[in-house]
């Protein structure tokens, strides 16, 4: 009878130890790739990141060149009031913050922030990056999206 006990108690223990230690392998080994799978979500995150921007960028040249020719026609036909209804409708309808538009002497005729108005555009960019004749998009200190979109004149 005691013997069976001895028996029965080294199997439950052998058994515990067996379960315990299989339960210790899952735990380490779920721990491992637990650490594996977070850096790949970070990777992941990196390069969405990344390829969001890509794309936000390559939205922004395309809109860029029908609403610069809005803005140019408006401009050519001195209606200012027009393009203060574009902007306005611009900052609205989209994530867009503040948008202005500026004449040759690079002061700003028409801005959706009216402080800017009458003001020269190199206090918010630099004149070098005003004078290409291509859109430009840049990021900022903000992790924004400047852009800058010439409208070239008759």
């Known amino acids: 009878m005691i013997k069976l006990k001895i028996y029965i108690i080294t199997i439950l223990l052998l058994l515990l130890i067996v379960g315990g230690g299989g339960y210790l392998y899952h735990f380490l080994t779920l721990s491992n790739t637990s650490k594996s ?3 790949e979500l970070e990777a992941l995150k990196t390069s ?9 960028e390559q939205s922004l040249q395309s809109f860029s060149m029908p609403f610069s020719w809005a803005i140019r026609s408006a401009l050519l036909e001195e209606n200012t009031e027009q393009i203060d209804n574009y902007l306005i409708q611009l900052v609205q309808n989209s994530d867009f913050q503040v948008a202005s538009v500026a004449g040759a002497d690079n002061i700003i005729l ?23 004749d291509t859109t430009t998009i840049e990021s900022t200190e903000d992790d924004e999206l400047a852009i800058i979109v010439p409208i070239i004149e008759a």
């Open 37 to 39: 799978h977070q850096s």
């Open 110 to 132: 028409a801005s959706t922030n009216k402080k800017y108005e009458g003001q020269p555009i190199s206090s918010e960019f630099p004149l070098y990056k005003l004078a290409s």
């Open 48 to 56: 969405q990141k990344a390829k969001l921007k890509e794309l936000t």
